[in-house]
Nanobody
Framework: VQLQASGGGLVQAGGSLRLSCVPSGHTFSDYDMAWFRQAPGKEREFVAA????????YYADSVAGRFTISRDNAKRTVYLQMSRLKPEDTAVYHC????????????????????WGQGTQVTVSS
């Protein structure tokens, strides 16, 4: 599975961006999807995830209430709608995919994901 993320950019604090991720190579609905981010000098951290059937979503505490993950299996796309952005949201955002047979175990852990995209830069100015 190859993942292509897009939609990043430069935005002022308080603004919004929508990231998109399009996988190719396999049936999109067969995978749990997630977004992680990595700021310079920091570890990669979980942002949000959505199960293969869109029935359950997960969020990091730092983004809950501001970010929304969704997927459109017909369009083979997963989205991350980011609102009320803060300078600390500045990072490279990566989408990731994993086998849904893993269930809820490790859904917020980077090590649980099998496929990764190159990432898209999000910069929030103060």
């Amino acid at each position: 599975v190859q993942l292509q993320a897009s939609g990043g950019g430069l935005v002022q604090a308080g603004g919004s961006l929508r990231l998109s991720c399009v996988p190719s190579g396999h049936t999109f609905s067969d995978y749990d999807m997630a977004w992680f981010r990595q700021a310079p000098g920091k570890e990669r951290e979980f942002v949000a995830a959505v199960r293969w059937n869109a029935a359950i979503t997960y969020y990091a505490d730092s983004v809950a209430g501001r970010f929304t993950i969704s997927r459109d299996n017909a369009k083979r796309t997963v989205y991350l709608q980011m609102s009320r952005l803060k300078p600390e949201d500045t990072a490279v955002y990566h989408c990731a995919a994993r086998n849904p047979l893993k269930g809820n175990v490790g859904v917020t852990s980077a090590g649980s994901y099998d496929y990764w995209g190159q990432g898209t830069q999000v910069t929030v100015s103060s």
